[in-house]
Nanobody, 123 residues
Framework: QVQLVESGGGLVQAGGSLRLSCAAS????????MGWYRQAPGKQRELVAA???????NYADSVKGRFTISRDNAKNTVYLQMNSLKPEDTGVYYC?????????????????WGQGTLVTVSS
């Protein structure tokens, strides 16, 4: 079984910063891409940022230049540094990982989600 545990959400004023962390644990063989998604009230979940095992990154246009995604492969952890936060960044942020889990004598592919952490940006 594999789990993703997020931390770092909270309430911040517009213009402020937060850093989210997501640690993967369990029977992990390897992790491919890791990413952060968010869901604002009444809206669909959207990709915020993603990073491959090699360090290639992808960002939503709305966060480019303000957010930075990074990962520590040795710790199976991904981070999201969020600067210059805006009220429209408010939402539940979910961590996601594409990985191979140890399974019997082999491995299996899994897509795993965290439980979500709430980020609220006040104006």
């Amino acid at each position: 079984q594999v789990q993703l545990v997020e931390s770092g959400g909270g309430l911040v004023q517009a213009g402020g910063s937060l850093r989210l962390s997501c640690a993967a644990s369990g029977s992990i063989f390897s992790i491919n891409a890791m990413g952060w998604y968010r869901q604002a009230p009444g809206k669909q979940r959207e990709l915020v940022a993603a990073i491959t095992s090699g360090g290639s990154t992808n960002y939503a246009d709305s966060v480019k230049g303000r957010f930075t995604i990074s990962r520590d492969n040795a710790k199976n952890t991904v981070y999201l540094q969020m600067n210059s936060l805006k009220p429209e960044d408010t939402g539940v942020y979910y961590c996601n990982a594409d990985l191979y889990s140890e399974y019997g004598r082999g491995y299996r592919y899994l897509e795993v989600w965290g439980q979500g952490t709430l980020v609220t940006v006040s104006s």
